[in-house]
Nanobody, 118 residues
Framework: EVQLVESGGGLVQAGGSLRLSCAASGFTFDDYAIGWFRQAPGKEREGVSC???????????WYADSVKGRFTISRDNSKNTVYLQMNSLKPEDTAVYYC????????WGQGTQVTVSS
C-alpha cells in the first residue's frame, strides 16, 4: 500500500520554526521527486518546495519565492523521509501542508496543519 504520511505541523508564533516530515512507503522512494505544497483557507493549493529524485543524481531543489531563504527541503534516503525545515515563520505561512511524490505516478499525503500566530 502506498503511503505518504506528513507530520510535524502545529501552532507556532511568528518568527518560530517547525520541521515537517513526509514518510513514504509502498513505492520505490529513490525514483520519486518529492514536493511540498500548501493550501490556505479559501486559496488554491500552491507549490512550496521540491527536491529531485535520488535516481536523477542532480540534487535539484526548488523553492517558491515566498519561502526562499526561510525553508529548507532535504531527504533522508535511509528513512524514506523528506523534511521541510521552516524558519522565520510568518502568519501567511498558515496552511495545510501536503507532500507529493511524483514519477510515473503521483501520490499525495493527507496533510498536516501549520498555524502561525502573530
Amino acid at each position: 500500500e502506498v503511503q505518504l504520511v506528513e507530520s510535524g505541523g502545529g501552532l507556532v508564533q511568528a518568527g518560530g520554526s517547525l520541521r515537517l516530515s513526509c514518510a513514504a512507503s509502498g513505492f520505490t522512494f529513490d525514483d520519486y521527486a518529492i514536493g511540498w505544497f500548501r493550501q490556505a483557507p479559501g486559496k488554491e493549493r500552491e507549490g512550496v518546495s521540491c527536491i529531485s529524485s535520488i535516481s536523477s543524481s542532480d540534487g535539484f531543489t526548488w523553492y517558491a519565492d515566498s519561502v526562499k531563504g526561510r525553508f529548507t527541503i532535504s531527504r533522508d534516503n535511509s528513512k524514506n523521509t523528506v523534511y521541510l525545515q521552516m524558519n522565520s515563520l510568518k502568519p501567511e505561512d498558515t496552511a495545510v501542508y501536503y507532500c507529493n511524490a511524483r514519477h510515473v505516478s503521483g501520490y499525495w499525503g493527507q496533510g498536516t496543519q501549520v498555524t502561525v500566530s502573530s
